[in-house]
Structures are given as structure tokens and as C-alpha cells.
């Protein structure tokens, strides 16, 4: 194999990471090995950049820790956005796609939320995940009993619960009704994420490619979740983290260890930079 990785690293020019369960460790701690890796890519000419479901402010942190100087794409590329949180891309649901998601998120079971490209909307305050959310993304919802006075920005709908099998089956529900109107994926086992059909890390795989006139085989894309298959079919080398499942790992060129485990830092170093 150390031919294999020789060859595909030494063609590598954008490195396009996953935050949550990736960058990230489960408590959402940015690593000291993993500011490091993105130091070291930098020093070898690779660009850095990242693609969560979370809003573009919610990544913040991320942003003030490494200093980006590529867009930063939120809700899974919902809304694109310089490092200074300008308005570079963006893909909205209609009003009427988003009011019958809801409808149909509600119907499996799930809680909802709702997201337009400068809020986070819900009904419950204290509702499964919203206060980890509010720690998470550093911003507070806007708690309302109304959802259809703020259906004209949506970027994405979030079902929510923690019940897996049901957000399992949600997700394969919302795929086979939605067609091709939408993107239905797990952003987190416990999260479905429903955004616009161009709205996928695919999508953001390629706005690069065009950006920076890197052709995709030339981009390395790493995650842990389903939704992240969709930037792996996209791009010439694919990491999967080691607390992916193994329908992800699959789909990936590598695994590398878990994110607790400094999965990102060892995947740069190994398969990237090869400083094993």
C-alpha cells in the first residue's frame, strides 16, 4: 500500500474536512495535533478547507482557532461564506418543499427545527439536543409556535431524535419522497438533515474544484457520516473517520482512527503528508 498512498498524497492539493466527528472530537474540541495538521498542510501548499451541517457561524471557533482563507460552507452547502463570513453561495428550499418536510419529519416522530440563512427556529427549548446544539454552534434558537412566518429563507429542516432506527428510516422515507427536490441525510445519528438538492458536500467538493482550478482528483475529503459519502464520490481520495460506520468506511479510499482518538491529525500525516 505505501506505493498507493506515495502516489495518491503526492497529487493532493485541497483538503476538504467534516467538523463534527471529524475536526472535532464528540465533545467538539479542536486538538492541538489537529491545528497542527492544518499548519503542516499549509506549509506543503495544500489548501484547508471545511463543510459541516452546522450554520457558518457555528463554526466560528474552527475559524478563529486556524485562521481559514477558504470559504467556509454551512448546512451542508446551504450558505457559502468567506473567512469573513460574507456572502459568497447559496441554495434555499422553496417555502412550499420546506412546509411539507416539516409535516413529514413531524409524522415519523421527530422533533423539527429550522433554519434560515441568518436564524435557527424551534418549539421546544427544552427539547432533545437543542441546549448541546446552542453550546455547539455559540448562538441561541428563536423559540416560536409558528414555523410557517419564517418559510421564505429556508436553508435546511433538521428532524430530530434519539430514536437511530427512527431517524433511519426518516431519512430513506424523505429520500424516496423527495426525489430529486431534495437532500435528505444524517449529519448525526441523531440528526436528518433535509436541504436543497445542490445543497450536499458534493456540491461544495466541486465549488472548490471550480474555485481554485484544482480538478477533484486532486481533493482528499474526510468524514464520518452518511452525508459525507456524497463528497467522497466527488473527490480523487477519501478518508473515513474510525467512528464512521462501515457502510462509510466502505465508501472511503482509507480509514483512519477515531475522532477521540486524533483520527484527523493521523489521517493528514499518514495518508496526506506521509509523515507517519
Known sequence: MSAQIAETTLSIRL????????LVTHEKVLTQRAIDAV?????ANILFAITSGRPPKGSSMINDALHLTTPISGFNGGVVVNPDYSFLAGHLLSADVAKEVIEKIRAHGLDAWLYTDTDWYITDANAP????EEWTVKFAPVVTNDFDAHLDHVVKIVGVS??????KRAEKDLQAWGGKNISAERSQPYYLDVTHPHATKGFVVMMLSDLYKIPPAHICTIGDMPNDILMFEKSGTSIAMGNASESVQRAATYVTTSCDDEGFANAMEKFVLRAV
Do not use: S, Y
Open 129 to 132: 439536543h437543542v441546549a448541546r
Open 39 to 43: 499548519e503542516k498542510l499549509r506549509a
Open 162 to 167: 434519539d430514536d437511530l432506527e427512527l431517524v
Open 15 to 22: 483538503v476538504l474536512a467534516d467538523v463534527d466527528g471529524t
